[in-house]
């Protein structure tokens, strides 16, 4: 195949886990596939996700992904798979194995983008009946390293890669990483094609300057603000590793330095977020809780003025690139961030006035001054310049051109 001829004409974005839900590893499988439209605009390109019985329960959030797929010319297609779990993960992963070769042979797929382990061994265990596939494999992460977060085992980066992804990830025709430690633990094999593709926002999502003002406006005046407070904004999930309970207290010790000073805090769980900074001695009025839309999340984010990215030291963490940041720098933010992420921390400090690092040890003092420092209203020039880099480095645009080189490459084999 020559060069000229190097463009898949059919793709499949592969999920072995729930787009459905809406989550960080949905939202990256979701823009992926925009991504692949704009790259290759002759292209079909279908999202095909391996759902869960439970997941499938909630018709609405299916016709809403469907919805947001059909924007970008996108097809969504859902391959009702197995649970895991009461000894079944064999029997649920070679399921979805034949279940991606039928796929990929009814569709005629050229090129598969799989998002993950699960995923890709199921696509390349799919490809092997089907030899026309290429298989490029998307590195958000390392899962077992996730895992010991998740569960408070300690790691670093001398710990080991599980052999058997590293092995998957190798055996691809193409890779994306998220972030250039994920790059070094997991190579593409040799002669295939890579890029590293941070956790990005959609273009659509970062407003125009003067909209994004208005809504800043806005925003302030729903939350029944004066105008002159000081605004710390925190987006995600309560989960143990985000630092939640830290950053309540970092908050309620700059609250203490800084009456005008509040908090903004996005999140799906929204009484168990109100109730854990309560108990952190934020009184009523000093919190506001919210919980928009998916697409609305760096509108609202636009009323705050600084954010926190606060992440403790762990393997997970060095290794990731959190999607938040993109969202924060899109909504105009002062960022403020522990050293956890190499790459946050790489991102942070790569232009002026994008935020700042403080070493995960300080203490909680030195981050609440930091934070404090960092919410003290700037101007609209400031918080452009900040949503202007969005643009050029962290909006879902800025892949396209890595994945018109790997996607043609992968295709070219």
Known sequence: MSAADAAPRRVVVWAHASVLDRGGYARRVLDAAATWRDAFPGATVTVATVESPRALRDPTARAEVQRGLSAHGVDLVVVHGWPRRWGLARLADGFAARAAAR???????????????????????????????????????????????????????????????????????GVFHASEALAARFPAGPGRPSAVVPCLVDDARIPRDDDAEAARVAARRAWGLAGDEWVVAYAGSLASWQEVPRLAA?????????????????????AEAAAL????????????????????????????????????????????????????????????????????AGAVTAAPGLGQVVPWAA?????????????????????????AYARAALARSAAVPAYRRVGAAAVRG
């Open 250 to 270: 970092i908050v309620r010790h700059a609250a203490d330095r800084v009456p005008q000073l509040r908090c903004l805090v996005v999140t799906p769980a929204k």
């Open 363 to 387: 203490d909680d003092a030195t981050f609440a001054a930091r934070l404090a420092g960092a919410a003290r209203p700037g101007t609209a020039a400031e918080r452009a310049s900040r949503r």
């Open 103 to 173: 796929l990929f042979a009814r569709t005629g797929a050229d090129l598969v983008h799989a998002h993950g382990p699960r995923a890709a061994r199921s696509a390349l265990a799919g490809a092997r009946r089907v030899p026309s596939v290429r298989v490029v494999v998307d590195v958000h992460g390392d899962r077992a390293a996730e895992t010991r977060l998740e569960r408070g085992e300690p790691d670093g980066a001398s710990t080991a890669p599980d052999p058997a992804e590293r092995a998957v990830v190798a055996s691809a025709a």
């Open 277 to 344: 900074f309560a108990r952190a001695g934020l009184p009523r009025g000093k919190v506001m809780v919210v919980s928009p839309p998916s697409e609305e999340v760096v509108r609202t984010l636009a009323g705050a003025d600084a954010a926190a990215l606060l992440r403790r030291p762990a393997l997970a963490n060095h290794l990731a690139f959190p999607t938040k940041l993109a969202e924060y720098l899109a909504a105009g933010l002062d960022v403020v961030a522990s050293d956890a992420c190499p790459a946050v």
